[in-house]
Nanobody, 126 residues
């Protein structure tokens, strides 16, 4: 069974940090997948916060550049998102997504990813 499971969400004050993890199970070609962290706040459009390609290429939303870092551990099938200098506007449901056999730059739209996790809530208070 192919599954993605996020962890690490929670509540933090502005300026704080959180590290999200996304564990993938059942994927034999994880190293050739594109991976992404999307987020969605109530009433707002879903946003690709951080993306990483199979070769390690990264793409960040302008709103998180310089504060968030996406990384992957192909040996453990885990995707990470280190979030520093958090702001109240970072409050959202964060979920990871995966697209297998993905060459080149990672897709930027959520519908381009076949698999997604259930999400983890991040709340940043001022």
């Amino acid at each position: 069974q192919l599954e993605l499971e996020e962890s690490g969400g929670g509540s933090v004050q502005a300026g704080g940090s959180l590290k999200l993890s996304c564990s993938a199970s059942g994927f034999s070609a994880y190293s050739r997948a594109c991976l992404a962290w999307f987020r969605q706040a109530p009433g707002k459009k879903r946003e690709g916060a951080a993306l990483i390609g199979a070769n390690g290429q990264t793409v960040y939303a302008d709103s998180v550049k310089g504060r968030f870092t996406v990384s992957r551990d192909n040996a453990k099938n885990i995707l990470y998102l280190q979030m520093d200098s958090l702001k109240p506007e970072d409050t959202a449901e964060y979920y990871c997504a995966l697209e297998l056999e993905c060459a080149g730059w990672p897709p930027t739209e959520h519908w381009e990813y076949t698999y997604r996790g259930r999400g983890t809530q991040v709340t940043v208070s001022s």
